[in-house]
């Protein structure tokens, strides 16, 4: 364990403390104190124990842990969502992507994990808060040199163009879609997320009518279960809704094309899911029966 | 677009159909016969019209695309529990991280994806059609060169130490968790699925007498909505069930060590969940809260 | 088992058939011919075996039975929505409840199981294929005289007044508001089934303009699991998506009262359910934390 | 309003209280004092205001009412299960219906609401502080001469027989299936709250073994929304889990007959639901396709 390294320490009791690995450094936690000597000598996936013998879990944190300990001042997307649009945005090593707004920097920590040395995050936030509260996370988990963090409202567009795919999350999406064309490469996935029904009916409008195609709406759930063998049942509560994501195809207009809100694609899929047969019998599994 | 370029077509309909670019060929359809050369003419973001004259979206596959268009002879895991999983065992650009069983190569793209170049996915089955079938998906989106198929039965261990994750989508995952602390880094994420609340209930059973900790059982679920804005609701069915999650940290036991199986940690989340508080107080987000 | 009872009987693959049961008659089955008068010398609770051999359970038919037995031109309401409006209804022995659209009759034959011979059900329906469908079930069941049926749109108002409750099915209920407080008791509860969000937001908004108070808006999931107690799991798909149930109780508005609308009884269950602390403390329990 | 009768008061913030009406009475809420005499003079549907000024809703209590406002010293049932068993137990009025254990008598109020005054409900409770408590609840709400309370373990069996239906809520319902026989009509249908998966799997297997038939198991989730026109969304918690159902009929075994546990019908639905039909075609939806 090297100086600087981050830390992942769980209490008998599981609760999460992380921290940058400072040899001279101590903790102090409802169980006693810990020193930072202790847990470099233990070493990941061992005990480190407080002056009052308490063990605590030394481990190396993983995206998640780091995701959830991002210090916030705004609510940060979940992993469950974060994990799910990496997959429909397609995210990967050397990938560019455009983000907005920045918020705490939740997901911006993801999108820089995943782009890697070669790829390249761009993120916008207009609030100046907001803005050093991101950079301040991401240079605390080492992500910051591959991220552009841009302190500015996207109302007149994006400085950017060329990406491969563009998330928003931001209270009136459908007032900046006239700008996602010029900011990604033909065809990009872009994503948002919003929390009410109203928002989502609004935004749809807007992508039809800025002729996006292959719209999909989505909720995802996580249901949580008590690691207990003998007596194992679901948590008694969960987190019952955080938002919609919505993703579609940023769409190269044609010049003698209709308008693309008449456009059956985005009406299709509503009829089929209803059959609920499996994808099995095509080229590609239709995404509506994706999960 | 370049030959061997995969491209994704989308009908009308919404049908779904992945290809390698080869501007000689043509692609038979239920809307009529559509020329590559028109599809690489038409180019990523544009559409592509049939004989017929039906449109057809022409796009660049993300990851979501990939693992749904598997050639599949197994049930393969659905993106919705790869996304999450990614983040569970913090994959990234330069991971290694060893996979049992292959399968279809689903999962296994997945992997390849984010590690990158720099990294390594080490993936064991040991049924022979399946591993030439995985290797044949591997190699047909270009991922191949990043995994090192093994077709063996894990049951004698893994050939591999030192990965940074694990994950195991076998029938008896119990069998094989004394194999896993030669195969991993101290404290390393490993992540298991199951169908079975019976399975579940005897994999736990296992890893709180290896000695794991932090264990997570959760089940994550997807709700596709109808992308109609002014008629917004659920799609009429859904998936209802996959399989399980289960996470836990492959620990190092201490020589003075008492028996894991009567640590608190594995019980705490029980008494923690009902009371449903946010995450925020604390310095990192508790992850039974954290969705 | 005399002539005329219902007769459920449900095969060896687990399909339902239900009859009015005739010593005389006979059933032909997949598996088979079935005499009538084997079902009556088996009995309630034991087989009887097709000419083929094939043993089917001779069952008297619960309410569910009924309801999933009701012939259907229309999409009939599903048990778990009727099962906890009858409860939000305070539906019961005694009861005169009012009901719009009939349809199929489902929803028709529930209450008027539960309101008994000393209560009442009053159904409008305007359209007379359904009005005539649903007396056909009714009668079919042996419930139609518990229940006055009423061919006729209620665009101007209801014929009825003085009930106990009140139920809309129909596709733009915010129209008819205006009519309900001539029809309910004081304060009475009335509940509304709507598949889409726009209509729920309009159907809210209309509601707080006529003074409605205690709205609740809310979903029902009902998750089947497959009964092998070895291979315990959910099913592998489920019903997504029915309605959204809306309840309000219809207040009579005061002379000096301000506009309904700007009360805050509406808003407040917003703030108060992600605490998601229980009921227990209360003179009663809050409903939003009631299921 | 007359004395004795139960009044349900709602405060601007949405908080339930539930009494009985005495004119001569005053309530001390946190909104201030209120005359039970104003309650009185303002009625039913209208507002009462305390000494403060402050408005409450004055409300005849639904049957949903009177479960919460339950005085509870155990966990009792909610009402989403409550409305759904009694459709699956075809209670009604007229029914008699056995239930262990009687708890603070949550269901038992149910029941004793539906059965009417010409049914039956036979409660049997070993603990005689629950005992007293549920009778207290009866009383309290005016449906104790409904029912027939036995302050009686049930592992010697029941003393009563020819009931309708029966309903087990109880730890080890198991050990205690082999008096439901002779407790039951032949055929009639048995229901069961569990909260593991262990127990579950352990009542089925004995389910199996006493030649129950058409087993199903299922849990309900109610998912409540915030009642904002504008800003429709999810609350942002939910009840993940109270406990899963099962039902079965109580079959009368044949002499002749083969062991019931390798019949068929209980597998059946578990190959029938993945295909997700309409049960349109059918004589009668099959179960699990019903919600």
Redesign the interface.
Known sequence: METGDLV?L??????????KFDPEGEIHTNDGKILMADVGEA?????AKTHLGR?Y?????????L???VK?QTQIM???E?????????????CTVIESGTGSGGLTT?LA??V???GRVITYERREDFYKLAGKNLRRVGLDHRVTQVNKNIEDGFDHSGAD?LFLDVRTPWQYIRHIPAAV?????CGFLL????Q???L??AL?DAGF??????????????????????????????G?L?FA????P?PD?EPQAD????????A???A?EE??G??????????
Chains 1, 2, 3, 4 share one sequence.
């Open positions: 992942l769980i209490s008998p009791k599981g609760k999460r403390y992380m921290y070493g990941f996936g061992r005990q063990p879990l030394v481990l190396k944190p993983t995206l998640h842990d995701i959830k300990g916030r979940y992993p469950k974060i994990g799910y649009l990496l997959l429909k945005l397609g995210i990967g090593p050397g993801a994990w995943y890697g040395d070669t795919a490469n033909p065809g990009a996935m929390p009410t029904t109203n989502v009916s609004e749809l409008h039809e195609e292959d719209l999909e709406v989505m909720e995802i759930l996580v249901r949580h279960w008590k690691p207990v063998p003998d007596r194992l049942r679901p948590d008694d509560r969960m987190v019952a809704h955080t919609f919505v195809r940023c769409m190269q044609l094309e456009e059956p694609p985005v009406e299709e899929p509503v089929e899911e209803p609920g994808p099995e095509e080229e590609s599994g239709a995404a509506e029966s994706g999960e």
